[in-house]
């Protein structure tokens, strides 16, 4: 939507007049109560077809009787808002003119207390374009100028010290000098999609699909057919796990934004809007299948002789399964006391079973027994950290989780033994006659148990200081110890070949 902001400039009453999408506001509030009804009420989003077949007005009138939008930490432009602050300081009338429902739009008008009447949607007409002008009293009407944002719109040749007006429309007629005794300040568009994207698809999460590689690796399985097969389903799984974020995102705008830190995530400060989340989603799951359907053709193409060991569409299945999951997680499970931490423990292991489907390579009863214990330390900690930072900011509970500060001695319990049970599966590992016939020296690898302990024992240690990024996956990545000690494991697995 156009950012719009309606002024009406004279000597003797310098009315203004504000839009509130786009301008006030950085994102949608249409799209922002969409989407909180698709997470609290996602049945009622059946209706929106007969709902719009009523009207844009009508649409907005019934989104706004189902949820109703938290107004005090919406996305605020600041700087307009300082603006409006110092003119309403002045006596100056400030009048909310927008297409928004009335309902939304008396209630950041009433949050705001800035504005001296609010002009809207009323259900039955939409207060867009033309139909905003003609609400207006007839005397103003005549002196109402309608400006519109264009980024690709040159800069005005002449500005006043400091700041400058809108580019206006070009079917807006010219607007004589004497009119223009009330400029407006210059507003920086703070939306910087090229930058923003990556943060919103989240490349550093990428980290995680790594463990597709893990069975091939673990069973020392080096056909060309195979590596390819599983750097696509790399590809395949990062572009579905990218769209997953951005749409657990757009669900959790509301709570996002009462975080201190998560309120500065792209969509839930305004920087993307939520319907180029939606078109982003669409494509990004339509290249992960494309991709998801390419891999069993490389494994044919490279390394025939393994057509046998690859089921038609396997992958494809897994990475389905971690689709639904992923996206019954953010509408439902992820809300359910502990039973988000087991299934997002496992949502690590599906990544392990899916590179195995890639690439034909099964995964053993031992490496699924320590991803269990493994990755259900990791989910736990997460929700551990969660619940250590909300308590030194004097919180009681982690708003959409059901977990409270009182529950941290309990998790912390529940992490660290099961971080150390992943270690009693490793080290029984070590004595199989598997290991023994992949590794010439099986006695090396019990250096790994020292250095698994000494990096599960810091991980909950930094998360009991409250030193711990949310997410244990960042810290991995970022931590100096930790890669250190990754290149350990690698060289001590190496040794022992």
Same mark, same amino acid.
């Given at each position: 939507?156009?950012?719009?902001?309606?002024?009406?400039?004279?000597?003797?009453?310098?009315?203004?007049?504000?839009?509130?999408?786009?301008?006030?506001?950085?994102?949608?509030?249409?799209?922002?109560?969409?989407?909180?009804?698709?997470?609290?009420?996602?049945?009622?989003?059946?209706?929106?077809?007969?709902?719009?077949?009523?009207?844009?007005?009508?649409?907005?009138?019934?989104?706004?009787?189902?949820?109703?939008?938290?107004?005090?930490?919406?996305?605020?432009?600041?700087?307009?808002?300082?603006?409006?602050?110092?003119?309403?300081?002045?006596?100056?009338?400030?009048?909310?003119?927008?297409?928004?429902?009335?309902?939304?739009?008396?209630?950041?008008?009433?949050?705001?207390?800035?504005?001296?009447?609010?002009?809207?949607?009323?259900?039955?007409?939409?207060?867009?374009?033309?139909?905003?002008?003609?609400?207006?009293?007839?005397?103003?009407?005549?002196?109402?100028?309608?400006?519109?944002?264009?980024?690709?719109?040159?800069?005005?040749?002449?500005?006043?010290?400091?700041?400058?007006?809108?580019?206006?429309?070009?079917?807006?007629?010219?607007?004589?000098?004497?009119?223009?005794?009330?400029?407006?300040?210059?507003?920086?568009?703070?939306?910087?999609?090229?930058?923003?994207?990556?943060?919103?698809?989240?490349?550093?999460?990428?980290?995680?699909?790594?463990?597709?590689?893990?069975?091939?690796?673990?069973?020392?399985?080096?056909?060309?057919?195979?590596?390819?097969?599983?750097?696509?389903?790399?590809?395949?799984?990062?572009?579905?796990?990218?769209?997953?974020?951005?749409?657990?995102?757009?669900?959790?705008?509301?709570?996002?934004?009462?975080?201190?830190?998560?309120?500065?995530?792209?969509?839930?400060?305004?920087?993307?809007?939520?319907?180029?989340?939606?078109?982003?989603? @669409?494509?990004? &799951? #339509?290249? +992960? !299948?494309?991709?998801?359907? %390419? *891999?069993?053709?490389?494994?044919?193409? $490279? =390394?025939?002789?393994?057509?046998?060991?690859?089921?038609?569409?396997?992958?494809?299945?897994?990475?389905?399964?971690?689709? @639904?999951?992923? &996206? #019954?997680? +953010? !509408?439902?499970?992820?809300? %359910? *006391?502990?039973?988000?931490?087991?299934? $997002? =423990?496992?949502?690590?292991?599906?990544?392990?079973?899916?590179?195995?489907?890639?690439?034909?390579?099964?995964?053993?009863?031992?490496?699924?027994?320590?991803?269990?214990?493994?990755?259900?330390?990791?989910?736990?900690?997460?929700?551990?950290?969660?619940?250590?930072?909300?308590?030194?900011?004097?919180?009681?509970?982690?708003?959409?989780?059901?977990?409270?500060?009182?529950?941290?001695?309990?998790?912390?319990?529940?992490?660290?033994?099961?971080?150390?049970?992943?270690?009693?599966?490793?080290?029984?590992?070590?004595?199989?006659?598997?290991?023994?016939?992949?590794?010439?020296?099986?006695?090396?690898?019990?250096?790994?148990?020292?250095?698994?302990?000494?990096?599960?024992?810091?991980?909950?240690?930094?998360?009991?200081?409250?030193?711990?990024?949310?997410?244990?996956?960042?810290?991995?990545?970022?931590?100096?110890?930790?890669?250190?000690?990754?290149?350990?494991?690698?060289?001590?697995?190496?040794?022992?070949?």
């Amino acid at each position: 939507m156009p950012q719009q902001a309606i002024e009406i400039d004279t000597a003797a009453l310098p009315v203004l007049c504000v839009d509130l999408d786009g301008t006030l506001v950085k994102s949608d509030t249409l799209h922002d109560s969409a989407l909180a009804v698709a997470r609290h009420h996602p049945l009622a989003l059946l209706n929106i077809p007969s709902w719009l077949l009523q009207g844009k007005a009508a649409l907005k009138r019934h989104l706004a009787a189902t949820v109703q939008l938290d107004v005090a930490h919406l996305p605020y432009n600041r700087e307009l808002l300082q603006y409006l602050q110092q003119q309403h300081a002045t006596g100056r009338p400030i009048y909310l003119a927008t297409a928004a429902d009335a309902d939304t739009a008396r209630r950041v008008a009433a949050h705001l207390g800035l504005f001296t009447g609010v002009l809207a949607s009323d259900g039955q007409l939409n207060l867009a374009g033309k139909n905003k002008a003609r609400r207006l009293p007839l005397p103003l009407r005549r002196q109402l100028h309608l400006h519109r944002q264009r980024p690709a719109r040159p800069p005005p040749p002449r500005k006043l010290p400091g700041a400058h007006g809108r580019q206006p429309h070009p079917r807006t007629p010219h607007r004589p000098p004497q009119s223009r005794r009330h400029p407006r300040p210059h507003l920086r568009r703070d939306r910087l999609p090229l930058k923003a994207w990556p943060k919103a698809i989240r490349l550093h999460q990428w980290a995680k699909n790594v463990l597709i590689f893990v069975p091939l690796l673990l069973a020392h399985a080096w056909a060309p057919g195979i590596l390819v097969a599983a750097a696509l389903a790399f590809l395949s799984f990062g572009l579905c796990a990218s769209a997953t974020y951005i749409v657990n995102d757009l669900l959790d705008l509301e709570a996002d934004r009462q975080h201190p830190r998560k309120r500065r995530r792209p969509f839930a400060s305004g920087d993307l809007s939520a319907l180029s989340g939606v078109f982003v989603v @669409v494509l990004l &799951l #339509a290249v +992960s !299948l494309v991709l998801a359907l %390419s *891999v069993p053709r490389v494994i044919a193409a $490279l =390394s025939p002789q393994l057509v046998s060991l690859i089921k038609p569409h396997y992958f494809l299945e897994w990475l389905g399964i971690y689709l @639904v999951t992923t &996206l #019954a997680y +953010s !509408l439902r499970f992820k809300r %359910s *006391v502990l039973v988000d931490v087991i299934v $997002l =423990s496992g949502l690590y292991t599906i990544r392990i079973i899916a590179g195995s489907a890639a690439s034909g390579v099964p995964v053993s009863t031992w490496l699924g027994s320590f991803s269990i214990f493994f990755f259900l330390s990791l989910a736990l900690v997460k929700r551990f950290a969660e619940l250590e930072n909300l308590s030194e900011r004097g919180g009681s509970t982690v708003g959409g989780r059901g977990y409270h500060v009182s529950d941290i001695e309990q998790l912390r319990s529940f992490g660290s033994a099961s971080g150390f049970a992943s270690v009693v599966v490793l080290t029984l590992y070590i004595s199989t006659l598997e290991a023994a016939q992949l590794y010439h020296h099986t006695r090396r690898l019990w250096l790994l148990v020292p250095v698994l302990i000494l990096w599960i024992m810091r991980l909950w240690l930094q998360a009991s200081r409250g030193q711990l990024n949310e997410d244990p996956v960042v810290y991995a990545i970022t931590d100096r110890r930790s890669l250190l000690l990754g290149v350990l494991v690698a060289l001590i697995v190496l040794s022992a070949l």
